[in-house]
């Protein structure tokens, strides 16, 4: 835990425990500390986890045409052919299926290789055929 850490978890801690205080039912003097740590930690989880969510939702909204600048993992033709289906995000090509994506004029089982190879390495996948 870094120090700008440490020192939210104590502000937090503090807030918590006046609120323990104050509260109709308060808990055991001795239990108060401890208690105050606890959930202060577990608003910092849950803070982070927020965090982490929201910040896939973003890389999820990145365009394709983003991923092939910078990382290279999509060519050209497979770009091209998703684009001319309106695929523009990955968040809309994770909603397609493998079925799906085969039935796009030009794009065969190489650039669907590719596609799905690109997916993986962002940490998303295509929908699962039901």
């Avoid at 835990?1 to 109709?24: C, F, G, I, T």
């Avoid at 959930?39 to 982490?52: F, I, N, Q, T, Y």
Wanted: proline share 4%; charged share 30%; net charge positive.
């Amino acid at each position: 835990m870094n120090e700008q850490s440490s020192a939210m978890l104590d502000y937090l801690a503090r807030e918590v425990m006046k609120s323990l205080l104050a509260s109709p039912a308060p808990l055991p003097l001795w239990q108060v500390p401890q208690k105050s740590y606890e959930l202060a930690a577990s608003m910092l989880e849950e803070r982070r986890k927020m965090h982490e969510h929201f910040a896939k939702k973003e890389e999820c909204k990145n365009s394709l045409f983003d991923w092939m600048i910078k990382d290279g993992l999509l060519t050209v033709r497979a770009l091209n052919c998703l684009r001319a289906e309106g695929i523009e995000y990955a968040e809309e090509l994770a909603k397609c299926t493998e079925r799906q994506l085969l039935k796009f004029p030009n794009l065969g089982r190489k650039s669907l290789n590719e596609i799905k190879e690109a997916m993986r390495v962002k940490g998303f996948s295509l929908k699962e055929t039901t």
